[in-house]
């Protein structure tokens, strides 16, 4: 580094230190949280759960035994609650930064999925809260900038995005990026299912009990009991008592 032109020192400094502020609370808060990535978060088996459960609680917020499997990564995780018997699948990305990630009791992320608040914006609302026993599904995207809550016993199958986001393009003088951002927030009620590759936009409420078709795009709030399917989604039927598919013939999944 001494070699380097001071202009260049400077710039590959102050890299560094932007790169360790997106990753974690502090310098020290990033050493410890890579040090244990580094030496227990490859480990595989019962075995690598077992250590992982234990020294994870180091640098997050444990309510309970939790089995994160090997290859989970975790970023700013003393943003990170997990609830009792929580399961983080391989592959699962959690960046919690800075309002945090909250996961109940029983409810399993699966492989693949990516919960990302990254909040740098200072926006007031940024978080992901996710109720108890409910299962966030194969390479699911949630952005949590606008704050997503999602209930008791939510089911998401897979590639299905939860977007708490978006861009205004209002202005066509001005770049997009220059434009900013709304981030209104996305609210999932207890008891709803979501079929694979579903996008819920931001602002949306989907209400309880309600079923999400595969491929449906959310622009607007889902009532309670319905299903809703298309592009955009409108109501197809009314969920009620005795109204369930025949066994064994699914007719939107």
Request: glycine share 12%; aromatic share 8%; hydrophobic share 40%.
């Amino acid at each position: 580094m001494a070699a380097l032109p001071k202009s260049h020192r400077d710039d590959l400094i102050a890299g560094l230190k932007l790169y360790i502020h997106r990753q974690a609370s502090s310098l020290g808060r990033y050493i410890l949280e890579q040090g244990l990535y580094t030496l227990v978060g490859w480990v595989p088996t019962v075995v690598g759960i077992g250590i992982r459960g234990i020294l994870y609680r180091l640098i997050l917020h444990m309510q309970g035994p939790a089995a994160i499997e090997s290859g989970v990564r975790l970023r700013f995780a003393n943003h990170i609650r997990l609830g009792r018997n929580v399961y983080l699948d391989q592959g699962v990305y959690l960046h919690a930064c800075p309002d945090g990630i909250e996961i109940g009791d029983g409810t399993f992320i699966m492989h693949g999925a990516i919960l990302h608040v990254y909040n740098f914006r200072d926006l007031p609302h940024a978080f992901i809260r996710i109720g108890r026993d409910s299962l966030i599904g194969e390479y699911n995207i949630l952005r949590g900038q606008g704050g997503i809550t999602i209930g008791d016993r939510v089911y998401t199958a897979p590639l299905v995005q939860i977007l708490a986001v978006n861009h205004v393009y209002s202005d066509p003088t001005r770049p997009v990026i220059e434009q900013g951002i709304t981030a209104e927030g996305i609210t999932i009620e207890d008891d709803v299912w979501i079929g694979a590759g579903a996008i819920i936009t931001d602002g949306v409420t989907i209400g309880r009990g309600a079923v999400i078709a595969a491929g449906a795009v959310i622009t607007q709030d889902v009532p309670p009991h319905t299903v809703v399917g298309g592009v955009p989604a409108r109501t197809i039927k009314e969920i009620k008592p005795n109204s369930h598919s025949p066994v064994g013939k699914p007719i939107y999944f």
